[in-house]
């Protein structure tokens, strides 16, 4: 389902998922997600849409170290 992810290029779905569980101020949005989440595989590219209607890009998920 990658083919989803035209403007996502680096956040994966086992990362959303980290971030759904750890930092996602909305636990009921949060948990839905994470349902939804389980029809994808964890190393796949986060459909655009998803990360649109979550509010998040690309910049929530960058490690600078």
Known sequence: ???LAKKN???KVYQLKIYLRE???NR???QIYLE???NFDD???VPD???ENLLLDEEDFR???
């Open 1 to 3: 389902m990658s083919e």
């Open 9 to 11: 290029k680096t956040v």
């Open 23 to 25: 930092k996602y101020p």
């Open 28 to 30: 009921s949005v949060a």
């Open 36 to 38: 939804v989440l389980e």
């Open 43 to 45: 190393d796949e590219l």
């Open 49 to 51: 849409l998803i990360l």
């Open 63 to 65: 490690v600078d170290g």
